[in-house]
């Protein structure tokens, strides 16, 4: 099954505001890669977290990896419109044999 | 430099038929990994090839299997078609192998009826 899990599914903003969207795993990850998927478009790489721990900034962005390394966030902060899509978590497990396994997404929608 | 590029863009086939699918990736990258994406189970990873040595396999019947080339063009085929194969299958290739960054291409939308 999957071992990597994303809240919330869907996530609707309003224009301006703040949201969070959650990556939880049930095993240690080596490390911990976010991608944002645009409607109609591919998946793009944004960041890579490695160490415990770590945040690391772009922007209006802020990406977290938790202590025990089987966590992590993704921050927004005065969403616009162009942040619509679907972020994607990606973990590292060394247990399934180096597998990068995704998260479900959180599909997110902006209100004007 | 060149995207990754993945031919065709869309296919639809029949039940029962079988397909190939190609990609290109990002000139000097080596890892080329093979995803399918579906509205109801998101990104699965099917395989990452390494320097035309399959290198991790995910949970997929046998029916889909893969190759690499000694140019890192890599090549994924579906035999006996099932209508649940319909979906997005995206191919993304890293410089060195899937733990690190991955490039996606625009994927191939396939349909089958």
């Known amino acids: 099954g999957q071992q990597v899990m994303q809240i919330p599914q869907y996530q609707h903003v309003q224009e301006g505001e703040d949201f969070t969207t959650y990556c939880n795993s049930s095993?240690?990850?080596?490390?911990i890669q976010w991608y944002k998927q645009r409607p109609g478009g591919h998946p793009v790489f944004l960041i890579q977290?490695?160490?415990?721990?770590e945040v690391k900034k772009q922007k209006r962005l802020t990406f977290q990896f938790g202590e025990a390394k089987k966590n992590s966030s993704l921050h927004i902060t005065a969403t616009q419109t162009t942040d619509v899509g679907t972020y994607f978590c990606?973990?590292?497990?060394?247990?399934?044999?180096?597998?990068?396994?995704f998260g479900g997404g959180t599909r997110v929608l902006v209100k004007p | 430099k060149a995207g990754v590029t993945q031919t065709p863009r869309y296919l639809i086939k029949t039940r029962g038929q079988q397909v190939t699918l190609s990609c290109s990736p990002i000139s000097g990258h080596r890892s080329v990994s093979w995803y399918q994406q579906t509205p109801g189970q998101g990104l699965q990873f099917l395989f990452e090839y390494f320097s035309e040595t399959q290198r991790n396999k995910g949970n997929f019947p046998g029916r889909f299997s893969g190759r690499q080339f000694s140019n890192s063009r890599s090549e994924m085929n579906v035999s006996t078609l099932e209508l649940g194969d319909s979906a997005l299958y995206l191919c993304?290739?890293?410089?060195?192998?899937?733990?690190?960054?991955?490039?996606f291409g625009p994927g191939t939308r396939l349909t089958v009826t």
């Open positions: 977290l490695v160490k415990s721990g």
């Open positions: 993304a290739s890293s410089s060195r192998d899937s733990s690190y960054e991955q490039y």
């Open positions: 990606a973990g590292l497990i060394k247990a399934a044999g180096n597998k990068l396994t």
């Open positions: 095993t240690t990850l080596s490390n």
